[in-house]
């Protein structure tokens, strides 16, 4: 600044009102520009108007928090998830036969080692279950929140449909949680008075045989409206497929009248050249052989079009069905592993009232817990198993279910592939369930929305009968028959439907 420059500045300074800092924030004001003066002086004297930014941004930077808070929770959950299910399936089963045998040879050094694994086995249950108890009662909230928002549709349906499972799972968490609680309390008082470890034995007995019970129950129901669905979905007419003999006909017939109908139209532009009396005669024949074949070009078209519609109703509806058979199985065997493990609990509370030291010594209780290990250990590794290779055919083919309007990622190799199917934490993001809710929604969707305008009206009945035995029609979306059709014909909630689809579809 010049010499004049900073004497005028320092004469306007000293001229405003205030004390020294204020006329040094006003004098900055003049230097700066009033948009950085007023930040500063909102900072400095933390203004009614930041406040009313923070209070407007508060409920945004909530909603951050939380689905920050709940992605680092369901990462922890799954680590712990992997971890549990060894305990369960091995440690715990092999505690119950160390146990059993230190006390048939008063083995007390085995007796407490045991005791101790036991302890550190029940600790880390007790860590995971309550994990996602809290993980289950964040969603379930989030969820609640959204079925509120959207009231009824597709989305609303989604929402509503996890707020349930998540808040059963969030109950049942909270109930296994208590129960391993109890657990590592009777693996503490084993060595201590044997009165102490029979009452802690009686009562962990209890809590591990209503937690079976509600686990057990909860897997029953499960299975039985998977049975349902599944009923219902059988009741549906299977379309037979089109061999490939007869698509390549089609489509050999379609190319053939396009370009019949090209070369007529090429007739037709060259009788204007041609002059002559009969030039009416000669231009109305050829107008009468382009619209022939144009009319038989989409004829063709169309046949080709019915029968690959025919082949996808044909190709999702026996994936509907072979999604469900997986997944009243998985329900039926952890009905059976949790219907045994509360066998076990019961025997262990019978055998400690009448004086025993409970599953530690009792083989018909070791021999249940062992039983009921092995059931829910083979369905968590098959659940594991699949996950793994969806993720690995995910990075190792990613064209082969990847939307058609969307360019796919590029292949990985085989090392990368594997180490993304050992991602564990990762769920599959572009998978075959969400490949085949797109093809249904294609079917069901209405004209409006694209690449369905030009499928048949009986196809789209039979489509939208699909979504109905999936759970997915109007009374469970809350909307009225008509309101429900228009939902399907809105691009906009397109993104909701396939979503929508994609879950009624999964067999967890």
Same mark, same amino acid.
């Given at each position: ?247 390549? #006909?089609?489509?050999? %017939? $379609?190319?053939?009248?396009? /370009? @019949? +109908?090209?070369? &007529?139209?090429? *007739?037709?532009? =060259? ?119 969806? #993720?690995?055919?995910? %990075? $190792?083919?990613?064209?082969? /279910? @990847? +939307?058609?309007? &969307?360019?796919? *990622?590029?292949? =990985? ?96």
């Amino acid at each position: 600044m010049t010499p004049d420059r900073q004497r005028s500045d320092r004469s306007r300074a000293g001229s405003l009102p205030g004390n020294s800092a204020q006329r040094a924030v006003l004098a900055l004001q003049s230097s700066a520009g009033n948009r950085a003066a007023t930040a500063t002086v909102q900072r400095a004297r933390n203004t009614p108007g930041e406040q009313g930014t923070a209070g407007g941004n508060a409920p945004a930077r909530t909603h951050r928090y939380r689905d920050r808070i709940s992605a680092v929770l369901d990462r922890l959950k799954k680590h712990l998830e992997f971890i549990d299910t060894f305990v369960k399936g091995v440690q715990v089963p092999a505690n119950s036969g160390f146990s059993q045998h230190a006390s048939a040879t008063v083995n007390d050094g085995l007796k407490h080692s045991a005791a101790a694994s036991g302890g550190a086995a029940g600790s880390e249950s007790l860590a995971a279950e309550t994990v996602g108890a809290v993980l289950g009662g964040l969603e379930a909230a989030k969820a609640k929140k959204d079925a509120d928002k959207y009231k009824s549709g597709a989305a609303f349906h989604g929402a509503n449909r996890k707020f349930n499972s998540k808040m059963g799972e969030a109950v049942v968490g909270a109930a296994s949680a208590g129960n391993n609680a109890l657990s590592v309390a009777k693996e503490l008082t084993k060595a201590e008075k044997a009165a102490h470890a029979m009452q802690a034995a009686e009562v962990s007995g209890i809590g591990s045989s209503v937690v079976g019970a509600v686990k057990g129950t909860r897997a029953a129901r499960r299975f039985g409206l998977t049975a349902r669905k599944y009923r219902t979905l059988q009741g549906l007419e299977k379309p037979d497929r089109a061999d490939e003999g007869a698509l390549a #006909r089609l489509n050999q %017939a $379609r190319e053939n009248a396009e /370009w @019949a +109908a090209a070369e &007529a139209y090429v *007739a037709l532009d =060259a009788q204007w050249d041609h002059g002559g009396e009969d030039i009416r005669e000669r231009v109305s024949d050829a107008i009468d052989a382009a619209w022939s074949a144009m009319g038989e070009a989409r004829d063709a078209a169309k046949d080709l079009r019915g029968a690959e519609d025919t082949n996808s109703m044909n190709t999702v509806l026996t994936y509907a069905l072979a999604k469900q058979r997986n997944k009243m199985g998985k329900q039926a065997v952890t009905a059976l592993g949790e219907s045994t493990k509360a066998a076990g609990g019961i025997v262990t509370a019978v055998a400690a009232t009448a004086g025993g030291a409970g599953l530690a010594t009792n083989p018909v209780g070791w021999g249940l817990a062992a039983g009921a290990a092995g059931l829910i250990l083979g369905v968590t590794a098959y659940k594991a198993a699949r996950a793994g290779m969806k #993720r690995y055919d995910g %990075a $190792r083919h990613p064209e082969r /279910w @990847a +939307a058609e309007d &969307a360019a796919p *990622a590029q292949p =990985a190799s085989r090392e990368d592939a594997l180490k993304e199917a050992l991602k564990f934490w990762k769920k599959v993001e572009n998978g075959e369930r969400k490949a085949m809710a797109r093809k249904i929604y294609a079917l069901a969707a209405g004209p409006d929305i694209k690449g369905s305008g030009d499928t048949t009206t009986e196809m789209r009945d039979s489509a939208r009968a699909l979504l109905v035995a999936l759970k997915a029609g109007p009374t469970n979306q809350r909307l009225s028959p008509e309101e429900w059709a228009d939902s399907l014909n809105d691009p906009a909630k397109s993104a909701a439907w396939v979503k929508e689809i994609a879950e009624q579809l999964s067999s967890a």
